[in-house]
Structures are given as C-alpha cells and as structure tokens.
C-alpha cells in the first residue's frame, strides 16, 4: 500500500497564511498539517508516500527532506498549478498510482488516528471514507444505499439541501485496489482529462464511474470521528478547537461564546434557552418569507418600539428594542456613573460594563445565594447607591423574587432615589410564569425609577435573532438608549419575527408550561447524581454543588472530553467560595437530559459512588 498526497494548490482563501508557503505547511495547535499526516501514515504498513507539490513546492520538499529525512517520499510537480485543479495533479501522478494499492489523500486535511486505521482495516477493497452530512460541511456529496454502496457523486453544483437528509460529505480519503486503478480510474482519468481539460475535480471521474454502475465503490461511514477540511481561516480556528488538548479545548469553547453549532455533536448544556420554543410552524412562516426578509431593509427604531410594545403589551414610547438585551445592558450601564449595586454571583455583563470602584456588593452567605427583597432593602438602605440590579430569576443561582415582593422593592427604591433595573431574561420559567412579569404600564408608570430589562433570546427559544428589550416610563432614559443604539440596531428576520409572534402566543405559553414538567423531572434525577447537590432553580438552569470526587473543573473537562458535552464551570464567576464548587447546567429537552443524566450515572459507577 502507498500514499499518495495532493498538495499543489495555493489555498487563495487562506490570505496570508498561505502568501509564502502551501496550505498543508499550515499549524493547527503548533504543529504542521503536512508533519501531522506524515506521522500518521508513519504508524501504517506503507511503502511510500507520493507528494504532488506546485505551489511554493521547493519550499514544502526541502522542509521534508529536512524533517522526514527517513520516510520513503517521492515528489510530482505541478508546473501549472495556477492553472489547474486537483484531476491535474492526480493524472501526473498516474504512472505511479498504478503501481500498487493507494490511499489517496488531500493534504489540507485533519483527522484522529482512527480515520486511517478504519481506512486500512476495512476488508473492502474501494472506499471513500464519507461522514454524514452536518451543516459545516461544505463539498463533494455522496449518496449511500443500504448496503453502503455510493450511488451518485453529488457536485457543489447539483447539492439540493432539501436532500440533506440523504447526504454523506466525502471526508477527501480515499482507498483504491491497484486493480481498480488501473482497469478503472486512470482510463477514464485520462479521457475526462481529455474532454472536459485540467482545471477539474478528480471526483468527477469518480461519478462517471458510479453513474455507469461499474466500479463498485463503497462508502465507509466514519461518522462521529474527528476530521476537518481547512479551506479558510474559520475553518482553521474551528480545526484548532477540535483537535487541541483536553485543557485548551476546554479554554478555546469557553471563550468563544456561542457558535457550538460550529462543532459536531457537542451538546451544550452551557447557554441558555428555551428547548420548546419556537414550534416548527413558526419556523416554517419565517423560511417562507427568508428571501425578501433577506433582500429588504429592516424598519427603523420607531417601527421596532411599536412592535416591541405590542409583543407585550406596553406603551411604544416606554420601549426600546436591543440587538440582543447585551446591546441595551452596554448602553445602560456605560452611562452611568454612580454607585452600583450588586448581588453576587450574578450575571456579570453588567457590573463588567461598570466602573469597578463604583460597585456595592452584597454577598448572601448561603449555600444556596438565595435572598429576598427585604435582604436587599436591609443591605442597600445605608450604601448610597443611585442603582440596584437585580436579576430574577438571578444567573446562576436561580433565586426568584415573586413579583409582589418586587412591587415594595420598587417602591423602596423610589421613595430612596435609586434607579432600580430589573432583569427578567428567566421569569416565564418561573412556578408562575408570565404572571410575574414587571411589563405593565400600570406598573412602569407607578415606579418610575423601575426598568425592566428583558432577552427575547432566552425564554423565547431565539438567540441567533439578537433581541432584547428595555422599558421604564422614564421616558427620557428611553429616548437616550434609542439615541445610543444604531437606527437600524436589528435585522428584518428579528423584526418579522416580533411582527408574527401574536399568532404563537398560545404556543409559547405551552411550551414553558412544558418546560416545568421537564424541570422538574430533570431536578429529581439530578437530584440522585451522588457527587452533585442542586440548588433548587426557577430559572432554565440548575446551579450544582460538585462534591469528590470532582471538581467544578475536572467535572466540566472529563464531560467534554470523554462525552462531547459542554457545561458552565462557575469557579471564574465572582461570589462563590473558594473551597466550595459549583456548575450551573442549562435544562434542555427530554432526549438530551436523559444523555446527562445516563453520562452522570455513569461516571458515579466508574468512581465507585452509588447512583439512584
């Protein structure tokens, strides 16, 4: 068995990064795509290594003959490699890919040793390695029957994503029988060579092949194994995530905030959603209108405030709409100057966007950093603070003020001068729901130092869409933010999605009243994980107690590493003791807690500790 890797191209969409070398000198983590793959074939029985260079290819071969000296490699250049493709490169090399079975290979590639050893191990003689298709995938499609036999080669061209469903991405790793090769591939190589030109695909050959039903080509699923093509800098970024140490990988997720879709199979039970919201019917109005919310202009702020006011029930003028409630949280807080106070732990945007040594802090001393509203007024009375957040549900902690103890909080703060802001991101998951919602004009209009702070994204099961809200009838304080923010601060998708979200009120009100079922289901089975202690919650998350043998740490890392899932470690959030740990993790929907919980279970068995 030899290999042979394509390894001509410029990789134009790399900018920089491939000025002066070629793509597979590219480091992921510090080491190079080329150094990687040559290591990884060195484990294997093969003969030699054959390298199609062209693109900066004395460069790439004198680096090898430096740094491999002893491995069996032999060079084919691409004068033309600016003006052909990879059917280019591999028809040069034919001579010697007739000469023994070949593992075909594309050096801008990563993958996980695996990849290779189910390439070689595989008693099938002809196969391309194809992974089912995920949304990052980009490329040659395949078609599989039952059998695992590739009936069509689908082109970027002839790619339907209504066809998704039935798609596998060819992971660029191929096995050929000499056999094949010669009596198959490079005849038909040459004659599409010979009609179509050089500046074409050596897949194509290979649908010819599977649309005359004669060469027999099986897929070899590898679907769950770690593999990535880089064709640009994203997909650089997204490779150095998959493939670095336990540690670091852990570190790159935690400080990339969002973007999880990114990364196959990880379940994130880290952000903050609503799992049962919105319905597919509502999904399926905004596809059918995604072109012209695409092509056209989103309305101003005037437009989104009226809306805004009628997605719950306000007054426009008391309103302002937020690219996300992060938006209106900076325009907030950057504003003001005077002493903040603050609960913690809490959810630190805020008090991030504030003066540090304008900051009042008020601590609970329980285990489980619950409080009331009149441990507030007791703690604040003498503080001087001209501001009072409060979270409520708070993050991470899931301590809930019910609204009527809010009222007194309100009137407390108004009668002292204080601004108080209150953030209800996490109120409809509340025993009561939408009852203990502070946006009334009855009550903006009694409280007017009352804001009322609230993310569309969380509850409401949108965070892609960025939207938040902010109301007080201190119509001056709105007036400033709108003047703060952008005019055209949303997109339309955001704006039609507020626009429609009257027809699915009924919807959402049953998918929190679902939502609490699952949650307390959830709780009674966290509740049976030995190493944990759950802190009772009304918001969509449970804040946990980590006992031995874990650490909030060791927890979080051991479940991505060995379980593809993502939790919160709350040991960097301020107002937790250092000798006690803490997770919080996210409540999503049935399937994906019972994952947790089976893993949790799990773990408590291999530790040696019981499990309900």
Known sequence: MQAIILAAGMGRRLGELTANNTKCMLEVNGVRLIDRMLKQ????????????????????????????????????????????????????????????????????????????????????????????????????MVRIDDENNIINFIPQKAFKYSDTDHYYKTVNIYKFSREFIVNCYIPFLEAYIKVLGENEYYEQVLRVLTLIDSAGIKALPVTGMHWYEIDDIQDLKIAEVI?????????????????????????????????????????????????????????????????????????????????????????????????????????????????????VVFEPGNSDFSYSADDLMRYFTDKGIDTLLVVNPDNPSGNFIPSRDLMR????????????????????????GMEETLLHNEILERFTTLCVMKSISKSYGVPGLRLGVLASADESLIARVKNDVAIWNINSFAEFYMQIYGKYEKDYIQSCEKFRQERAAFEKELNGIPFLRVVPSQANYFLCEVKEPFSSHSLTLRLLTDYNILIKDCASKRGFPFERQYVRIAIRDRKDDSKLVEVLRTMSVSNGLPSA
């Open 409 to 432: 909080l309100a009137s407390w703060a108004q009668l002292n001068g204080i601004r108080l802001v209150i953030d209800e991101s996490f109120v409809d998951f509340a025993d009561k």
């Open 243 to 359: 493939f670095a140490a336990p540690e670091e990988k852990l570190a790159k997720l935690q400080h990339s905030f969002g973007g999880y879709w990114r990364y196959p199979g990880l379940l994130d039970f880290c952000y903050l959603v609503n799992p049962y919201f919105p319905r597919q019917r509502m999904i399926d109005e905004i596809k059918a209108n995604f072109e012209p919310l695409l092509r056209d202009y989103p309305s101003g702020m005037g437009i989104n405030s009226l809306l805004a006011g009628k997605y719950f029930g306000i007054k426009q003028q008391y309103v302002v709409v937020g690219n996300g409630a992060a938006e209106l949280i900076k325009s907030l807080m950057e504003k003001h100057d005077g002493k903040l106070g603050v609960t913690y732990p809490t959810f630190e945007e805020y008090p991030n966007r504030h003066d540090a040594n304008r900051i």
């Open 41 to 140: 074939l060195s484990r294997l029985d093969i003969s030699r290594i054959v390298i199609v260079i062209g693109y900066e290819g004395d460069k790439l071969k004198k680096y090898l003959n430096q740094t491999h000296p002893a491995l069996p490699i032999v060079y084919v250049e691409n004068k033309i490699y600016d003006k052909t493709n990879n059917i280019y490169s591999l028809w040069l090399a034919r001579a010697l890919m007739a000469e023994d079975n070949t593992l075909l290979l594309e050096s801008d590639l990563i993958y996980e040793d695996a990849i290779l050893d189910a390439a070689i191990g595989t008693p099938m003689r002809d196969v391309a390695l194809v992974s089912k298709y995920e949304t990052w995938m980009d490329g040659t």
